[in-house]
């Protein structure tokens, strides 16, 4: 059985700070994790990931505000600053068990999916 489940959500206002957590039971090699996010009446949109290298990848509109990070297999992290309104969103933790299929950041990558923990930035 495979588990994604996001905790740390919450409100905050505009130019604060808040951290996701992720614990993943997932039994195969995990080549991408990774956060997506979909607000209201938007397209689920690829946040950050960790590729199969190892390497992480940014979505130009979060890149030097989001950072993610694992400390295992198990826990994945996104520490978000300097938070804005755009940013309000349902983020979902990912994985991929593939070893190919797309980029990290690209939802047909993904099999696995987190129920989703809310982040809403006020002003």
């Known amino acids: 059985q495979v588990q994604l489940v996001e905790s740390g959500g919450g409100s905050v206002q505009a130019g604060g700070s808040l951290t996701l957590s992720c614990a993943l039971s997932?039994?195969?090699?995990?080549?991408?994790m990774a956060w997506f996010r979909q607000a209201p009446g938007m397209s689920r949109e690829g946040v950050a990931a960790?590729?199969?290298?190892?390497?992480t990848i940014y979505a130009d509109s979060v890149k030097g505000r989001l950072t993610i990070s694992k400390d295992n297999a198990k826990n994945l992290y996104l520490q978000m600053n300097g938070l804005k309104l755009e940013d309000t969103a349902m983020y979902y933790c990912?994985?991929?068990?593939?070893?190919?299929?797309?980029?990290?950041?690209?939802?047909?990558?993904?099999?696995?999916w987190g129920q989703g923990t809310q982040v809403t930035v006020s002003s």
């Open positions: 960790i590729a199969p290298l190892g390497n």
């Open positions: 997932i039994s195969s090699y995990t080549y991408c």
């Open positions: 990912a994985a991929s068990v593939s070893p190919y299929g797309g980029g990290c950041l690209e939802a047909r990558r993904i099999n696995y």
